[in-house]
């Protein structure tokens, strides 16, 4: 999930930890479920590449 994780537009910097991390509100069911279950994927993932508008546009 780490690599899915890395485009997500809630994955951003929190500079209070000097790390990278998921601003999505998950109780904790939901945060186990998305870090032990391999299979399973983000509900809540949202492509944040803002250039792919760009490159859909041309």
Same mark, same amino acid.
């Given at each position: 999930?780490?690599? &899915? /994780?890395? +485009?997500?537009? =809630?994955?951003?910097?929190? *500079? *209070?930890? *000097?790390?990278? /991390?998921?601003?999505?509100?998950?109780?904790?069911? *939901?945060?186990? !479920?998305?870090? =032990?279950?391999? %299979? +399973? +994927? /983000?509900? =809540? =993932? !949202? @492509?944040?590449?803002?250039?792919?508008?760009? !490159? %859909? &546009? @041309?």
């Amino acid at each position: 999930m780490a690599a &899915q /994780c890395d +485009s997500c537009a =809630y994955y951003a910097y929190d *500079e *209070e930890f *000097e790390e990278y /991390c998921c601003t999505v509100d998950l109780d904790e069911d *939901e945060y186990m !479920r998305l870090t =032990y279950d391999p %299979k +399973s +994927s /983000c509900p =809540y =993932y !949202r @492509n944040g590449d803002e250039y792919g508008v760009v !490159r %859909k &546009q @041309n």
